[in-house]
């Protein structure tokens, strides 16, 4: 199987969920299998957020999962790899992409852990898993993982010029708007 990749240009955790939300959530466990289980990854999240994000997102996925049996699993950075390999399913949770990213590149071959699985990144994490992306709270342009060969801008305004028309050329860019779900399959 292709890894499945589902990237959201984020939304706000603070509002009530929208369709937008459950698109997302619908696209997320849309392919996965009828038991599937679900790693839950809040690195890049403020510490007293997480448990409140935790609530919300299983709260939507088990709103959007149809007749599917869920298991969760939140993952921990000295358990990563083995997390990994249990689900079926990686929420890449969005927040800060700096703190994704100093989390992530601890460990080596993530396109391989990542393989034949489904990946689903929000914000941030959607953009570590580029080989570049904009930072437009931090107004910064960052160098991801490198699983996927784009560059990317989430949180995406229409008439904003491409702050990454710069940098890699030859490198397409994605742009996606908030509440808005691409899916791509390498």
């Given at each position: 199987m292709?890894?499945?990749?589902?990237?959201?240009?984020?939304?706000?955790r603070e509002?009530?969920?929208?369709?937008e939300d459950d698109a997302f959530f619908q696209e997320m466990l849309k392919d996965a299998v009828q038991?599937?289980?679900?790693?839950?990854v809040y690195f890049?999240?403020?510490?007293?957020?997480?448990?409140?994000?935790?609530?919300?997102?299983?709260?939507q996925l088990n709103k959007n999962k149809g007749s599917r049996v869920l298991h969760f699993k939140v993952a921990?950075?000295?358990?990563?790899i083995h997390d990994c390999a249990w689900a079926d399913i990686i929420y890449l949770h969005g927040g800060r992409t700096v703190?994704?990213?100093?989390a992530l590149k601890k460990y080596q071959n993530m396109g391989q852990v990542f393989s034949g699985k489904i990946i689903a990144g929000d914000s941030a994490g959607a953009n570590v898993l580029r080989h570049w992306f904009y930072s437009k709270n931090s107004k910064e342009i960052g160098e991801g993982l490198g699983i996927l060969p784009l560059k990317i801008v989430?949180?995406?305004?229409d008439g904003i010029p491409n702050p990454l028309a710069d940098v890699e050329p030859a490198l397409e860019t994605l742009f996606l708007r908030e509440y808005q779900t691409v899916v791509q399959h390498y």
């Open positions: 292709k890894t499945k990749f589902v990237l959201h240009g984020g939304f706000s509002k009530a969920p929208t369709q038991d599937v289980k679900v790693l839950l890049a999240e403020r510490e007293e957020k997480v448990q409140l994000r935790i609530g919300q997102d299983q709260e921990a950075e000295e358990t990563f703190k994704l990213m100093e989430v949180h995406y305004e």
